[in-house]
């Protein structure tokens, strides 16, 4: 007679496997089901595990249960006595820490929910229009469309403007007249007044809906401070945000943070600098701007000390072989590669301040450069120079914007680092047609979003509050009014973001006074 080897599924991993024959009543199998309860067939778990009745009454009258030697002992009812005793005690114990779990909750709950409506409402990202005001440059904003779902951003200028400035000196003004008829033409005329009066909040980063700028006047040991990394985009922006708030701009070497170049700066640092230092042309060397408290925040009159500051380090995009290294670049000095950059220039200098635990936000961005290389490698292969990118090189530029981001995340592990997003420039500018193909220009702005957000980050989106306002442009760089004006706002939004993150240790170090 045909066996069958086969494990038993209630044996242990390591049991023998039991021989059965193939007839289930066959006298090996019954042998079986005498000498132990595994069994495979039907009848053998019916012979071993089902016992008579008079089997089971045998074995009632041999043994006593568990319960009735519980029940003979004194120990259940010691037992029952102290957990009458102790129940209570436990049940106050339980509810409270319910109670203070709950407490904790409620006051961190709207915070928590403050910074994530403000995160899902980004209004210099949500349609809207732009107001511009040529006389009053601080009055220039974005107004978000539908107001009741996203507000628009709070007066942050003008607030920071009286804070740095005191109360009583007017907010700077231009005369209309300065500006072209053409430019003139761009002025806004406000909304219509139905619209307004729709809007009675503001998408602050501020707690205090009363004071836009209320994460600002904690005195800290070290100034709240923005690191800017990008091009000459975000050095004019950088630029024009201190002369908006008429305060001094300094630029210092890489090496020597006290040291500066020689000889006064250019009246206007945006559309020139001064000569070489050290080797070093000027436009890349480290910018810095200090926005300090008006010394009547003190009531001795003496320095209050810094409200915000922004630090500006220059790259010169994605390339990662020195192709500007010619001399028909005179405007590039090694290390070229942003890694390098980072390494050898960025990082020491802002360790030279205070370190690199003293940043609160990084704003990131690499657009113009990887334009321009693109255009110079198509020109050396004689490529097309008004075609879409290639799926080669969208492809390479998003590999190399990842590697950038994850290594300035590894850099700055606790701070705020946000995306901006390139703008349009004007393409009837002669020799710029590099970085004005607006097929290349459009298919950049669609990859910076999705690196971006893959990669977690939050989105300023420059372009989309100009878009149409090219003609405000030298060049490739937007000027003052518009473009300076907003670049401004979310420098101060993106910190104050940054500084009403509760999950931020530095937000809890500031001075008493």
Same mark, same amino acid.
């Given at each position: 007679? /045909?066996?069958?080897?086969?494990?038993?599924?209630?044996?242990?991993?390591?049991?023998?496997?039991?021989?059965?024959?193939?007839?289930? $009543?066959?006298?090996?199998?019954?042998?079986?089901?005498?000498?132990?309860?595994?069994?495979?067939?039907?009848?053998?778990?019916?012979?071993?595990?089902?016992?008579?009745?008079?089997?089971?009454?045998?074995?009632?009258?041999?043994?006593?249960?568990?319960?009735?030697?519980?029940?003979?002992?004194?120990?259940?009812?010691?037992?029952?006595?102290?957990?009458?005793?102790?129940?209570?005690?436990?049940?106050?114990?339980?509810?409270?820490?319910?109670?203070?779990?709950?407490?904790?909750?409620?006051?961190?709950?709207?915070?928590?929910?403050?910074?994530?409506?403000?995160?899902?409402?980004?209004?210099?990202?949500?349609?809207?229009? =732009?107001?511009?005001?040529?006389? /009053?440059?601080?009055?220039?904003?974005?107004?978000?469309?539908?107001?009741?779902?996203?507000?628009?951003?709070?007066?942050?200028?003008?607030?920071?403007?009286?804070?740095?400035?005191?109360?009583?000196? +007017?907010?700077?003004? %231009?005369?209309?007249?300065?500006?072209?008829?053409?430019?003139?033409?761009?002025?806004?005329?406000?909304?219509?007044?139905?619209?307004?009066?729709?809007?009675?909040?503001?998408?602050?980063?501020?707690?205090?809906?009363?004071?836009?700028?209320? %994460?600002?006047?904690?005195?800290?040991?070290?100034?709240?401070?923005?690191?800017?990394?990008?091009?000459?985009?975000?050095?004019? $922006?950088?630029?024009?945000?201190?002369?908006?708030?008429?305060?001094?701009?300094?630029?210092?070497?890489?090496?020597?943070?006290?040291?500066?170049?020689?000889?006064?700066?250019?009246?206007?640092?945006?559309?020139?600098?001064?000569?070489?230092?050290?080797?070093?042309?000027?436009?890349?060397?480290?910018?810095?701007?200090?926005?300090?408290?008006?010394?009547?925040?003190?009531?001795?009159?003496?320095?209050?000390?810094?409200?915000?500051?922004?630090?500006?380090?220059?790259?010169?995009?994605?390339?990662?072989?020195?192709?500007?290294?010619?001399?028909?670049?005179?405007?590039? @000095?090694?290390?070229?590669?942003?890694?390098?950059?980072?390494?050898?220039?960025?990082?020491?200098?802002?360790?030279?301040?205070?370190?690199?635990?003293?940043?609160?936000?990084? &704003?990131?961005?690499?657009?113009?450069?990887?334009?321009?290389?693109?255009?110079? &490698?198509?020109?050396?292969?004689?490529?097309?120079?008004?075609?879409?990118?290639?799926?080669?090189?969208?492809?390479?530029?998003?590999?190399?914007?990842?590697?950038?981001?994850? @290594?300035? *995340?590894?850099?700055?592990?606790?701070?705020?680092?946000?995306?901006? +997003? =390139?703008?349009?420039?004007?393409?009837?500018?002669?020799?710029?047609?590099?970085?004005?193909?607006?097929?290349?220009?459009?298919?950049?702005?669609?990859?910076?979003?999705?690196?971006?957000?893959?990669? $977690?980050?939050?989105?300023?989106? %420059?372009?989309?509050?100009?878009?149409?306002?090219?003609? %405000?442009?030298?060049?490739?760089?937007?000027?003052?009014?518009?473009?300076?004006?907003?670049?401004?706002?979310?420098?101060?939004?993106?910190?104050?973001?940054?500084?009403?993150?509760? *999950?931020? *240790?530095?937000?809890?170090?500031?001075? /008493?006074?």
């Amino acid at each position: 007679m /045909s066996s069958v080897r086969r494990r038993n599924s209630l044996a242990g991993a390591d049991d023998p496997p039991i021989e059965e024959g193939t007839a289930a $009543g066959s006298s090996t199998s019954l042998q079986f089901s005498t000498a132990s309860p595994l069994l495979g067939s039907a009848t053998a778990n019916r012979t071993s595990l089902g016992p008579t009745s008079r089997n089971r009454g045998a074995s009632h009258a041999r043994e006593p249960s568990m319960t009735d030697a519980f029940r003979k002992s004194g120990w259940w009812k010691m037992r029952r006595r102290d957990l009458q005793v102790q129940g209570p005690k436990f049940a106050m114990l339980f509810g409270g820490t319910v109670v203070v779990a709950w407490l904790v909750r409620s006051m961190l709950g709207s915070d928590l929910s403050a910074r994530r409506g403000t995160e899902i409402c980004d209004a210099l990202g949500s349609p809207g229009r =732009l107001l511009v005001d040529l006389e /009053s440059p601080l009055k220039t904003e974005w107004r978000p469309i539908d107001e009741e779902r996203c507000p628009p951003l709070p007066k942050y200028l003008s607030s920071l403007w009286t804070l740095t400035h005191g109360p009583d000196r +007017k907010q700077p003004k %231009f005369p209309v007249d300065a500006y072209s008829a053409e430019h003139r033409v761009y002025a806004s005329d406000p909304y219509p007044s139905h619209w307004v009066t729709l809007s009675n909040h503001t998408s602050s980063a501020s707690l205090d809906p009363n004071d836009p700028i209320s %994460f600002l006047r904690k005195k800290r040991l070290q100034p709240p401070t923005v690191l800017v990394i990008g091009d000459s985009v975000d050095r004019n $922006g950088f630029v024009h945000f201190c002369q908006l708030f008429k305060r001094e701009l300094s630029i210092s070497h890489y090496h020597d943070i006290k040291s500066h170049p020689p000889g006064a700066l250019p009246a206007d640092l945006t559309k020139g600098h001064g000569p070489k230092f050290d080797g070093w042309d000027q436009r890349g060397l480290p910018h810095i701007c200090e926005i300090p408290f008006h010394s009547d925040t003190n009531e001795d009159g003496t320095d209050g000390g810094v409200a915000m500051r922004v630090v500006n380090g220059f790259h010169y995009g994605m390339d990662a072989l020195d192709e500007f290294n010619t001399p028909d670049h005179t405007d590039w @000095h090694k290390p070229g590669r942003v890694e390098d950059r980072l390494k050898k220039l960025i990082v020491p200098f802002i360790e030279q301040l205070e370190g690199l635990d003293k940043i609160d936000v990084v &704003q990131l961005h690499s657009g113009m450069w990887d334009l321009a290389l693109f255009g110079m &490698q198509d020109d050396k292969t004689k490529w097309s120079l008004t075609v879409p990118l290639t799926p080669d090189q969208l492809a390479w530029w998003q590999e190399r914007m990842r590697q950038t981001i994850r @290594h300035v *995340r590894w850099l700055f592990p606790k701070d705020r680092v946000v995306y901006r +997003k =390139l703008h349009r420039t004007d393409d009837t500018v002669a020799g710029t047609q590099y970085i004005t193909n607006c097929e290349r220009v459009n298919q950049l702005r669609h990859l910076q979003e999705e690196v971006a957000r893959s990669e $977690g980050l939050p989105i300023f989106d %420059f372009g989309h509050l100009l878009e149409g306002y090219q003609h %405000f442009q030298e060049k490739v760089h937007p000027v003052l009014i518009p473009g300076g004006v907003m670049y401004a706002q979310n420098l101060i939004h993106q910190l104050g973001l940054a500084l009403s993150d509760p *999950r931020k *240790r530095r937000n809890q170090k500031w001075t /008493s006074a």
